[in-house]
């Protein structure tokens, strides 16, 4: 009993891990394609301000004044780096009308490229940048009592090695849910942005720009891009390596179609498929009572096929925001 | 589309703009060089003679071409009916598993001249099935179709992964591939047709397959462009709801555009896994299932346009290893952010210049025509 709660636990633990990355782009997409501005550049973003924030945590990680807050001057530069991103994916498609979806691929195109070609370049080490030290990324924090409550039963470890015992970019991750809902459904900001998805002609109609709308969407998209590559790079692991979202971005996508682009939805879907993943890497070679060993490759691809029978309508229906994809154009 | 814009002369919309477009792509490529701190034009020295020096490169530069025009002809075809096919790579993975299963079961028994052929209708067959679910879908469900195709890369990654690792791997060996083909299943190379250019193929494994793309290309004109069915499938680019209006069937005329387009993506799959590897391995696409996404793009989904853009494709994959080897500042994967900025020019920024060039070239409308 004591066992197979330690066990569910951890495999818990890892889920909440493994999601993180999941919940904050998938949270990004959702503010893009609410706005009616598809993002398919999800996972170039996420990949990018990875290496923006392992490169700057390595450039300042033995300054002595900067040293101490290299962890949050790496998630400034993440940042900085996925608005730039959003940004010139607004620059295309929303003021020069181009095509999203391409514009989304290049995005990714670009930061395949740049990021290991620049890594070359300034750490010389394959695309790779230098391991940090702890002192340079986001670390574990236990919340008070986690030891103290460790050796009670069930609650000890659920209290210390669930709740507790995580970075603060992972509590950060389940706080943007809750702040995403409220900005959505409960801000003026949020009404005219989901009204912008549905129906702009409407939105200018009230003498709002549709433009700069959709520009803000997807800058608070860039922003939680950022945290997504920081968590990937600085808190996850101790640097970054060439590759490193290795499709998460495009799972976020997934969890965003599953969730129907609603941001409560969304945390669940993140969850069940960061389940899914830890599921597999705990499965690798072992057998199942009654059904014999799961190929790994089976609950990787999970996901993915939920999410294109979901798309097919065979469970629900995800229908996306009415404009999305349509670059705006205003009467002549 | 280009009504509030005026009308720019043909030279110019279909020379010029695209010109200018790839050129800025590359100049950003050059500023990115010289930030690292190298010369631009020692790269591209040591990129073109890289490419072009020798019979060998261009051997290189050629089969790299030739995966290219498949390709980009398949995102082109998709293109002309409104479909953004962006499973290419997909395809390509799951087409090189009808390929191998052709090569694999005939290579001991009958001649290149039986297997290939039978390689290249089980890519085409593959291929295209791997097209039909998320054609089927669109279609019929209203699925989105670049969410399902990019969905559909993954389930043939993991797909074709389980199979190589489980099922396809040659017993008593680590690495996830197949058993080597025997001389039944390999493609002559154009050693001959380096050779009326005075020039040795070495060892580039250029092959008949770039014959058959070039044919390809030529089909996909001919198709687009000279039959009923091309008509109708650039009806329904131009317009789904007119298309629908004028008869056309929508759900006929996507699945089969798809079914085209993944078939002719799994083609390329026999220009690599029969044409070079000799085998069918473990992420063999690498990537040209993308590429063909700049093809298409920067060859404005035109045959002729994308013969071209792929050869310059190939010149850069070619060039590029060859400038990754002897600069060590720069990498190879110069070229996917070479291969993103002309997505991102000759793409999603393609009109960004249109204003300047109708302001220079602009026909002057007569005043019967101002009535707009």
């Known amino acids: 009993m004591e066992a197979t709660v330690t066990d569910l636990v951890l495999i818990l633990a890892s889920t909440v891990r493994l999601s993180v990355p999941l919940i904050f782009t998938a949270l990004a997409g959702l503010y893009a394609e609410r706005s009616g501005v598809f993002d398919i550049g999800l996972e ?7 290496f923006a924030a392992a490169s700057m945590a390595a450039a300042v990680a033995q300054s002595p004044t900067f040293g101490p807050y290299a962890a949050w001057l790496g998630l400034l530069a993440a940042i900085v780096t996925s608005i730039v991103l959003s940004l010139l994916h607004g620059y295309a498609s929303i003021s020069q009308r181009g095509n999203q979806i391409i514009s989304g691929v290049a995005i990714n195109f670009i930061a395949s490229g740049l990021t290991i070609q620049l890594g070359n370049a300034w750490f010389g080490q394959g695309g790779r940048t230098p391991q940090l030290p702890n002192s340079a990324r986001f670390t574990e924090i236990a919340l008070p009592f986690a030891d103290a409550l460790r050796p009670v039963p069930i609650i000890g470890p659920i209290y210390a090695s669930l709740i507790s015992g995580h970075n603060v970019l992972v509590y950060i991750a389940f706080l943007a849910v809750p702040f995403t809902w409220w900005v959505l459904y409960r801000t003026r900001f949020g009404l005219r942005l989901r009204a912008v998805g549905e129906n ?44 490193m979202s290795a499709g998460k971005g495009f799972i976020a996508l997934a ?42 490759q089976f609950i990787q691809a999970l996901p993915y096929v939920l999410t294109v029978v979901l798309l097919a309508g065979f469970i629900g229906h995800a229908t996306p925001p009415k404009a999305g994809g349509v670059p705006y154009v205003k009467e002549r | 589309m280009s009504a509030p814009y005026g009308q720019l002369p043909r030279w110019v919309e279909f020379g010029l703009l695209p010109l200018v477009n790839v050129v800025v792509a590359f100049l950003v490529s050059g500023l ?14 040591y990129l073109v003679s890289g490419a072009l020096g020798s019979g060998e490169g261009l051997g290189f530069t050629l089969y790299y071409a030739t995966s290219f025009m498949f390709t980009g002809l398949a995102v082109a075809v998709a293109f002309h009916a409104g479909l953004f096919n962006i499973g290419g790579e997909g395809q390509v993975y799951v087409g090189g598993l009808g390929a191998g299963l052709a090569a694999l079961a005939l290579d001991r028994y009958a001649p290149w001249f039986v297997t290939v052929p039978a390689a290249c209708i089980g890519a085409f067959a593959f291929g295209a099935a791997w097209a039909f679910i998320p054609a089927w879908l669109q279609a019929k469900r209203g699925s989105h179709i670049v969410i399902t195709t990019i969905m559909f890369n993954f389930i043939a990654a993991a797909l074709m992964v389980y199979l190589l690792v489980n099922v396809m791997k040659q017993p008593g060996t680590m690495s996830p591939q197949t058993r080597l083909f025997a001389e039944g299943a390999a493609i002559p190379r154009l050693g001959w047709l380096m050779q009326l250019f005075g020039m040795k193929l070495g060892t580039a494994p250029l092959n008949l397959m770039f014959l058959v793309a ?51 993506a799994g083609l390329m799959a026999v220009n690599v896994v029969l044409g070079d590897h000799g085998k069918l391995q473990i992420e063999f696409p690498s990537g040209a299932g993308f590429v063909g996404i700049a093809v298409a793009l920067m060859g404005r989904s035109h045959p002729a346009g994308i013969v071209i853009a792929a050869i310059l494709f190939g010149i850069l994959y ?16 110069m070229i996917i952010l070479i291969q993103g900025l002309v997505v991102l020019f000759a793409g999603a920024l393609e009109n960004m210049f249109r204003p300047a060039m109708v302001r220079l070239f602009a026909r002057r409308p007569r005043a019967a025509h101002r009535t707009a």
């Open chain 1, 255 to 296: 969890a965003l179609v599953f969730a129907k682009w609603r941001p409560v939805p969304v945390l669940f879907t993140c969850l069940l498929f960061g389940f899914l993943d830890a599921v597999a890497i705990r499965l690798q070679g072992t057998a199942l009572p009654g059904i014999g060993e799961v190929p790994v």
């Open chain 2, 318 to 333: 070619q060039g590029g290893a060859e400038l990754a080897f002897w600069v060590p500042n720069i990498s190879r994967e």
């Open chain 2, 32 to 45: 990115v060089v010289l930030f690292i701190g190298v010369s631009p034009l020692e790269a591209v020295g």
């Open chain 1, 200 to 243: 702009p002609g409407a939105v200018d109609t009230a003498g709002i720009s549709v433009s700069w709308l959709r520009y803000r969407a997807l800058i608070c998209g860039g922003v939680l891009g950022g945290f997504a590559g920081t968590y990937l790079s600085i808190a996850q692991s101790a640097g970054f390596i060439r590759e």
């Open chain 1, 44 to 50: 170039g973003k996420m990949l990018f301000s990875a």
């Open chain 2, 214 to 264: 070039l044919v390809a290309a030529f089909l996909v004109w001919l198709l687009v462009w000279r039959t009923r069915f091309g008509y109708e499938i650039r009806t329904m680019g131009t317009s789904p709801t007119a298309a629908v209006y004028a008869g056309i069937p929508y759900v006929r005329t996507v699945v089969i555009t798809m079914l085209i387009s993944g078939g002719l």
